[in-house]
């Protein structure tokens, strides 16, 4: 609702032609989000996800080891599969255990929030600003991973401690009546697996409108219930978001106060990476911020930093609340990211300092 608010109120006070509403929209990344929920749905729908879970709660004996383990796999799904993608994979999974067992799901869904913005942080295609940033600079693969390891190693490090730290200490209690295996549909699994991999192949390869075209006819025709079970409110949601902060990015006043900033400074440029993050997402700080940038390497670290505290930091924290749909989600997950944020945010200038 705010960002429709917002997105509202800056199309009144500050109209612009419609190719600039286009351009804002991002209508690829749109597609691609719905894309890869249409086939994650799919997933879920056919009880391979709920099996999944029983398989992997039946082996691992402890709350924090189960925490631990899907924290890791979502910070290395984050890096060749891109963050997002990887919520979409362990979201559904975390839920499937929590039905199983003791597991607290919300703690658990907020740690892997913090999981894809620290194993993202590595890969040039692990979000969306590290792909922008390699491409503008055009630095080779293998000396962007090398420069954002100390990074991303600090942020993981941080995560695994959280997680130990703030699951309980006990073991997993399993709902019994819930592990004589849950009926998974085969047909249903293998076409929504298939999707799921040509709908990462077509956004990689920036045909993404054009994914979701082709993954949603076969859907429509052989299980349409999926796509009714699609959160169009959560498409309406990012509409809103990229429209009111690309709009907000672009004004005369934002424009002005930026270049009053010394972005040779790296402290300043640090700074200004994590603290428009906050404000207006990590994604379009990094295209508002990537020509003043002397030093895009610098300007990497800070908004793939800014991409915790608030919710809006990265749009991946809004994709795992949204996805796990739990009370109070919101609130937990910002008593624990705000601090995650200070912390980080002095750990990882520290290591930057060292670096130079």
Known sequence: MLFTVLTVVLACVDPQPWSRYQGWLQWPTLCGLL???ISIQGIRDSGLVQRAAGMLVAHVHSLRGVGLL????????????TNDVSLFLMVPLTLAIGSLSNLPVLRMVVLEALAVNAGSTL?????PQNLLIWQHAQIPLLQFIVHMLPTAAVMFVLVAMVTWFWLPKERVELQADKLDGHPVSLSLAVLSIVALSMMVLMMQSGHAPLG?????????LFSWRTLACIDWLL???FAMIFLGLGHFAALPVVDHALGKIDFKQPLALYLSGIVSSQL???VPATVLLLNRAQDAMALAIAVNVGGFGVVIGSLANLIALRLAKQPHGMRLFHEVSVPFLLVCA??????MRLQA
């Open 35 to 37: 894309g890869l929920m």
């Open 70 to 81: 899907l924290v890791s796999m979502t910070a290395v799904l984050s890096m060749v599969l």
């Open 123 to 127: 890969s040039p295609i692990g979000n």
């Open 212 to 220: 979701a075209l082709l993954l949603a006819v076969p859907f429509a």
């Open 235 to 237: 498409m309406a949601t």
């Open 280 to 282: 207006i997402s990590n």
């Open 346 to 351: 002095v750990l990882v200038y520290l290591v």
